[in-house]
Nanobody, 113 residues
Framework: QLQASGGGLVQTGGSLRLSCAAS????????MAWYRQAPGKQRELVAR???????TYAGSVKGRFILSRDYADDTLYLQMNSLKPEDTAVYYC?????????WGQGTQVTVSS
């Protein structure tokens, strides 16, 4: 139901923009977020936007990543700047609609040194 795109291979210091779109309109969104999971590590929260519009970031990406939401179609974006090798991971979008959790299929981001 969630389609993530925009991943790829980029050099250190480069930028990528991830997108996440729902296949059908969701009317009870409480939160939308991006998570990531690096090989051998647990999935971690990268950035999240709440119904109120409040946005929070993981400390490791604050100041480099920008989360935004297009309220016209509920597409979620993650602008990733100044990328580092440690940002390499599979990135997953997440939506909580009413009490249901939805996950995207993941998009690979690889940052070369």
């Amino acid at each position: 139901q969630l389609q993530a795109s925009g991943g790829g291979l980029v050099q250190t210091g480069g930028s990528l923009r991830l997108s996440c779109a729902a296949s059908e309109r969701l009317f009870g969104i409480n939160a939308m977020a991006w998570y990531r999971q690096a090989p051998g590590k647990q999935r971690e929260l990268v950035a999240r936007i709440f119904r109120s519009g409040t946005i929070t970031y993981a400390g490791s990406v604050k100041g480099r990543f920008i989360l935004s939401r297009d309220y016209a179609d509920d597409t979620l974006y993650l602008q990733m700047n100044s990328l580092k090798p440690e940002d390499t991971a599979v990135y997953y979008c997440y939506v909580q609609d009413w009490s249901t959790d939805y996950w995207g299929q993941g998009t690979q981001v690889t940052v070369s040194s």
